[in-house]
């Protein structure tokens, strides 16, 4: 058996390359899995429906900022609407917004504390480097009259719950 | 004859009883390498010495040549090893205890504030120590043929400690690691498409939580050391089998003598040095070029250890590594800031998260690794910055930055795209920033200068210094010059904020 691969006859050329091929390939899945196994299926990270104060205790022209939920509601005389309080940027908590009670949203503003992103009341971005706006949540009401925020629903930011 | 006193034979015989002993033999197979035969055999006997030739070329240790930088990274990583082991014994990666046990390592373990400090100052030096090295190989152009491959494992090696040190860098679970994390986390989730499945792999979850902690420690203690020693092993192997640390060619006079004359009349070659005809003594024409790397080099090594291990000592003791408060995720400190060496990426970043997260790093990289492939011709090799004219080229680059980036941050501070056009849109502060401007400006000039001198090592050496230049000025900015919200400040207005 001194031939080399070469001087052999064709079919085992192909034998020899099927056998190269199944072998790369059977590898494949082993890798997938491992890659899939480092992707969890649970997480365990707090809730994304956020159950606030009864409405009656946010006045109207009020801006709170919930800095352990990252979201910020505003309560104006339309009705409620909340954002995140999470930067686009690089997920940077944002500092309250800040600008007189029952101000326009356009006057309002809110920074970012690590690279400076400025936001108004509609979530726009002003400046800085954040590449898009804040996200707006769906508001709505439970049944014992408490303020829901779903941080899975976004909505438009001049979307408001009304009363 | 001289006689010796019975005083002196005493200490002789002592001497010997404690080399030339059963047991000692037994180790070492040898005695004190005392003549040149056994100083050789020593070298090929002791399996920590055999990485090593058996002789040096004399160039290779001249301290002004290589500085010691690659062994000072070695013996930065031993010690990291040695003292990383021992922190572990008192660290849990739980969020719920990790912060409370550095607290037990400062004010309750014994030495264990010390410990501690020589792990972060010696990490620190190693970030630092590995970028030197690199600069040093780049400057005197030892990536040229035949070690390209050795300068890719290298930047690989460079890249794997900048991982080391991030993914250390969440471990106390304290505000700075914290929110360096998350900035830097989210900073890998910008490319295109994949971008938030690396963030997810990374963090295995949405947020710096338990799940992204006990994976930083995986990485750090496990899979990043281990990923090292393999590199650092292919690494200073290929040092040997490319014929030792890279030197300037032999004289032309012999080499025009042709193939034969590289070879020395007054030495003896072993087989596989005629065979593979690189080895490191090859090159060495006359024996006055070459040592015993016993003692030579080895004591060499074990003097700059001893030096690495005082330096880094006297540091641990005087300066004690940071620790803010734990890690609060309601509140980023203001301003909150990466570790220093990516104190300049984050400065990009500022600009455009695209720019520093993703296309600056990935031209770096991608520029770093390439440059043996693209500049070919040996010249230059084994010289500090090539010739008079490299010389030039390289202080003119250096020169020639330091405006450009001055301007282009003050133009930035004042004339930013969304300060013209509020709430412009993302692809125009992606595109015009000072981070993509910088790459277009460093590219047009490395290759006008390749075209000037018609050399591609004077278009390297310009291309190199630019960035060099750029990304230390950039790191003075983060560190010095940026304070809350990451406006512009003085030095002499920081707060006590950082
Ligand atoms: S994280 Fe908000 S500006 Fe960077």
């Not at chain 1, 104060?53 to 005389?77: C, H, M, N, P, Q």
């Not at chain 2, 010495?49 to 040096?56: D, G, K, M």
């Not at chain 2, 020395?264 to 060495?284: C, F, I, N, Q, R």
């Amino acid at each position: 058996m001194s031939a080399s691969v070469d001087e052999q006859t064709p079919r085992r050329r192909m034998l020899l390359g099927l056998g190269w091929v199944s072998f790369l390939v059977s590898l494949l899945g082993p890798v997938l899995a491992n890659v899939r196994f480092l992707f969890p299926n649970v997480v365990y990270e707090g809730e994304s429906v956020l159950k606030l104060d009864s409405l009656e205790k946010y006045l109207v022209g009020s801006i709170t900022f919930f800095a352990d939920k990252k979201i910020v509601l505003f309560r104006e005389k339309d009705g409620f609407r909340a954002c995140t309080a999470v930067c686009p940027h690089l997920r940077c908590v944002i500092s309250p917004f800040v600008g007189a009670p029952g101000a326009s949203p356009d006057i309002l503003r809110a920074r970012c504390p690590c690279h400076g992103s400025t936001f108004d009341g509609r979530g726009q971005v002003l400046g800085g480097p954040a590449p898009r706006g804040l996200d707006f949540f769906r508001v709505t009401k439970s049944p014992d009259g408490r303020v829901v925020v779903d941080t899975r629903k976004v909505v438009a930011p001049s979307e408001h719950f009304k009363l | 004859m001289v006689t010796e006193s019975p005083k002196e034979t005493g200490r002789r015989k002592a001497v010997s009883w404690i080399r030339d002993n059963r047991v000692v033999r037994s180790i070492f197979r040898r005695g004190y390498p005392d003549n040149d035969l056994d100083r050789a055999a020593v070298m090929f006997s002791n399996f920590f010495l055999h990485v090593l030739p058996a002789r040096t070329h004399v160039h290779s240790l001249k301290p002004t040549y290589t500085w010691g930088l690659g062994i000072i990274s070695l013996f930065l990583f031993v010690i990291l090893l040695g003292t990383g082991s021992l922190l572990m014994f008192f660290y849990v990666p739980s969020t719920e205890r990790a912060y409370s046990d550095m607290k037990d390592l400062q004010f309750v373990v014994s030495y264990g504030v010390v410990l501690r400090n020589l792990h972060r100052w010696a990490a620190h030096a190693m970030v630092a120590v590995v970028f030197l090295h690199m600069c040093r190989v780049f400057y005197t152009a030892s990536y040229k043929a035949p070690r390209e491959f050795n300068w890719v494992i290298g930047v690989l090696l460079w890249g794997a400690t900048l991982m080391m040190s991030f993914t250390g860098y969440l471990l106390p679970w304290d505000q700075l690691a914290y929110w360096a994390i998350t900035v830097g986390s989210s900073i890998a989730s910008y490319p295109p498409l994949v971008g938030e499945y690396i963030r997810t792999l990374m963090l295995g979850g949405d947020t710096v939580g338990q799940n992204a902690l006990i994976r930083f420690y995986v990485m750090h203690v496990i899979v990043l050391p281990g990923i090292m020693m393999i590199l650092m092993g292919v690494h200073f192997w290929r040092i040997r089998k490319d014929g030792g640390l890279s030197r300037p060619p032999a004289p032309p006079a012999e080499a025009a003598r042709g193939e034969a004359a590289a070879f020395s009349p007054h030495k003896t070659y072993m087989l596989v040095e005629l065979a593979e005809g690189k080895t490191p003594m090859v090159d060495a024409q006359a024996p006055e070029e070459e040592v015993m790397s016993w003692p030579h080099t080895v004591f060499r090594m074990l003097v700059v250890f001893v030096g690495v291990v005082a330096v880094l000592s006297a540091v641990a003791y005087f300066f004690d590594a940071p620790l803010e408060e734990l890690a609060n995720p309601d509140h980023p400190p203001n301003p909150a800031k990466a570790p220093w060496y990516f104190l300049g990426l984050q400065e990009i970043v500022s600009y455009s998260a695209l720019a520093g997260g993703v296309i600056v790093p990935a031209a770096a990289i991608i520029g770093l690794m390439t440059i043996p492939y693209v500049d070919r011709n040996p010249e230059g090799q084994g010289a500090w910055f090539t010739s008079a004219q490299g010389r030039r080229i390289t202080l003119w680059s250096v020169v020639a930055v330091i405006p450009v980036v001055l301007v282009l941050t003050w133009l930035n501070e004042h004339y930013a795209v969304r300060i013209l056009v509020p709430g412009a849109s993302q692809i125009w502060v992606d595109l015009l920033n000072p981070g993509t401007i910088l790459i277009a400006l460093f590219a047009a000039g490395s290759l006008y200068t390749w075209r000037r001198t018609g050399s591609s090592r004077m278009g390297a050496l310009a291309l190199y210094s630019y960035f060099l230049t750029s990304y230390l000025i950039y790191t003075l900015i983060g560190l010095y010059f940026r304070g809350a919200n990451w406006a512009w400040i003085w030095p002499w207005q920081a707060t006590g904020l950082h």
